[in-house]
């Protein structure tokens, strides 16, 4: 697998195999390769988080997501092929 500094984002219904999708392919080998699961980024917020459903939790889902894709582009510059589910 030849995509060093790329990245791959996953998506779909709960259940679907996002995640087992993901890993396996972080698991391959050839280029480095990283696996971001990116409902770790909500539970990183300990204090005052708001459930990303609701509509005032909008601003929180921005910022949570753009240190996503922040921590996703920091790994594709460093080389790694980059899996986001």
Do not use: C
Not at 18 to 34: D, F, H, I, R, Y
């Amino acid at each position: 697998m030849k995509h060093a500094g790329e990245i791959l984002i996953l998506t779909g219904p709960p259940g679907s195999g996002k995640t087992t999708t993901a890993q396996a392919l972080a698991e391959l080998p050839g280029s480095p390769k990283v696996h971001l699961h990116s409902d770790d980024f909500w539970h990183f917020i300990k204090n005052g988080a708001i459930q990303p459903y609701l509509p005032e939790a909008q601003e929180q889902n921005a910022v949570v997501m753009n240190v996503l894709a922040g921590v996703a582009e920091g790994y594709a510059k460093g080389g790694y092929f980059v899996v986001v589910d």
